[in-house]
């Protein structure tokens, strides 16, 4: 009869994903799991199977998060005010307070690396979720008059996942973070049709 | 008395690009390069040096390639002539007809590699460079009556490099030429306050 699981979850997760993000899957070893973790071996495959089970739990954990953030849209007074929300917390995941780091999955998904077409899969429909969220909240601004209606919601949509794959790359090349929000803010006032 | 060079060198900077660029530099071995080029270890370190002095050629001739395509521009009828051309180019670049291998600035500075800061400084120079040249282009476009007065042109710029980043990191996330250059457009429809 196994002991019951006295470890949180969610706080495992973030941890594997912070060890992921910096060494990559090829370059994280079991034993890097073990000590960013504090769990034993035999509790860690017990609870999340192998490397690749886990990579794909800790995936999976950080889309969850990502979503929450865009589905919080809801809240939002106008498209203008979602969409402004939305890419500021692309310009924070792409340039956190700690360092240079880009965002996960872009980074998984860059890698040349073979040993992880899963990753360049989950990016591929992350993105592909993304665009279709973006283009039902750029057709609202449409009916609410914000967003002309010449304007292609599907190639709008398009171009705003660009511009977050985008604000990834840039910070890896040296842009601080007033950059990347002076270029994120520039996008959504050219979807409004707004001086900058 | 050393042979004259009978090799154009021109010719040897495209053949190791090739191999930079589908290896990275850490992947790439001198063996590769002597077996991409054709030439013998040593007149290859007699005419370009070691790994790093020929891979800071072979940037500094990418990158005499890529000013040369943005300089055409001066050719074109309107600004949003130029600014189509200039996106189109950005596209081929990010995806080659021989398959998906990104752009090989991008590619060198996105390396988590301690090894290769100068590539990341090359990469932040040159992005610095592409500003300044479409900023002057927008404000051209500007005095045209082809941009808004109320646009920032320093900006819209910088948004646009943003783009330049984004479809490389789209084209390796899968996406295919027919979306990447629907973003593009969209991007330069949006500049220039057109329809989709």
Redesign the interface.
């Known amino acids: 009869m196994g002991r019951p699981r006295s470890f949180d979850e969610s706080t495992i997760l973030d941890k594997a994903l912070e060890v992921f993000w910096s060494r990559?899957f090829e370059g994280t070893s079991i034993q890097d799991l073990v000590d960013a973790t504090g769990l034993g071996r035999a509790s860690l495959y017990g609870a999340f199977g192998d490397k690749q089970q886990l990579f794909e739990k800790v995936i999976a954990h950080y889309i969850a998060r990502a979503d929450a953030a865009m589905r919080q849209g809801k809240g939002d007074a106008t498209v203008g005010a979602a969409l402004t929300r939305i890419v500021r917390t692309w310009v924070d995941s792409a340039c956190p307070r700690t360092g240079p780091r880009g965002c996960f999955l872009?980074q998984s998904?860059?890698s040349?690396d073979p040993a992880t077409p899963f990753a360049?899969e989950v990016?591929?429909s992350t993105?592909q979720r993304a665009e279709k969220a973006l283009e039902a909240l750029i057709r609202s601004g449409q009916t609410a008059g914000e967003i002309?209606a010449?304007?292609?919601p599907?190639?709008?949509a398009?171009?705003l996942?660009?511009?977050?794959?985008?604000?990834?790359?840039?910070a890896?090349?040296?842009?601080g973070r007033s950059?990347?929000q002076?270029?994120?803010?520039?996008?959504v006032a050219?979807?409004l049709?707004r001086?900058?």
Chains 1, 2 share one sequence.
Not at 163 to 169: A, K, N
Not at 182 to 187: L, V
């Open positions: 990559g872009s998904g860059i040349a360049r990016l591929a993105l002309a010449d304007r292609d599907r190639k709008a398009r171009l996942v660009v511009l977050q794959q985008g604000l990834v790359t840039s890896r090349a040296g842009w950059q990347l002076a270029a994120a803010d520039e996008a050219q979807l049709g001086g900058s």
